[in-house]
Nanobody, 124 residues
Framework: QVQLVESGGGLVQAGGSLRLSCTAS????????MGWFRQAPGKEREFVAA????????YYADSVKGRFTISRDNAKNTGYLQMNSLKPDDTAVYHC?????????????????WGQGTQVTVSS
């Protein structure tokens, strides 16, 4: 079993920045891909970013390319999502997730473990 805990959400003005963190328990984290998803009230869950188990390749939704950066520090069992140039449309609950293999994916069904989520609110 893997337990994930997110932190770093909050309220920020448009154009500002936040860094989300996701700390995992267990030793599986070092070899498993990690993803970030978000969900706003009344909307479907949306893929944001993903990173391979080694951290060698990253993938982003078109809506966040050039603004968000996903990274990981396997020695600390922690993943990160750096969010810059935030927009009101970025407002959502953000969840981190860990897959069952090293391969990154945009599909939530590929992720076996999920964090509780952290709220990000961007004001105009």
């Amino acid at each position: 079993q893997v337990q994930l805990v997110e932190s770093g959400g909050g309220l920020v003005q448009a154009g500002g920045s936040l860094r989300l963190s996701c700390t995992a328990s267990g030793r599986t984290f070092s070899s498993a891909a990690m993803g970030w998803f978000r969900q706003a009230p009344g909307k479907e869950r949306e893929f944001v970013a993903a990173i391979t188990g080694s951290g060698g390749r990253t993938y982003y939704a078109d809506s966040v390319k050039g603004r968000f950066t996903i990274s990981r520090d396997n020695a600390k069992n922690t993943g990160y999502l750096q969010m810059n140039s935030l927009k009101p449309d970025d407002t959502a609950v953000y969840h981190c997730a860990v897959a069952s293999s090293w391969r990154a994916s945009m599909w939530d069904r590929e992720y076996a473990y999920w964090g509780q989520g952290t709220q990000v609110t961007v004001s105009s």
